[in-house]
């Protein structure tokens, strides 16, 4: 209960494209609240963006039509589709859950993005 992994992290040149992935394990994925973070050398962790069970959807204007979260409650797993990658995209992408109710907090491990030529 509790433990995210992250995956699909790598090196992107400018203008390109990732996907992450966070999966969740125990079964109270699909009435929780999840998002992504990151954070860039130097600087504090940041929002990124996050979904409701609903689903509703938020984004940080600095990856407003350009990235874009989604989840799979079948497979307990979330995603960050990431386009039009630009450099000060850098980072370390962690996700992290919100149960419904209890309002317990889990974060992944991290997967670093690095978009350079």
């Known amino acids: 209960q509790g433990q995210l992994v992250e995956s699909g992290g790598g090196l992107v040149q400018p203008g390109g494209s990732l996907r992450l992935s966070c999966t969740a394990s125990g079964d109270t994925f699909k009435i929780s609240t999840m998002s992504w973070h990151r954070q860039a050398p130097g600087k504090e962790r940041e929002l990124v963006a996050y979904?409701?069970?609903?689903?509703?959807?938020y984004y940080d204007t600095s990856v407003k039509g350009r990235f874009t979260i989604s989840r799979d409650d079948a497979e307990s797993t979330m995603y960050l589709q990431m386009n039009s990658l630009k450099p000060e995209d850098t980072a370390v992408y962690y996700c992290k859950q919100i149960t419904a109710g209890s309002f317990n907090t889990y974060w992944g491990k991290g997967t670093l993005v690095t978009v350079a030529q």
């Open positions: 979904i409701t069970s609903g689903p509703s959807t």
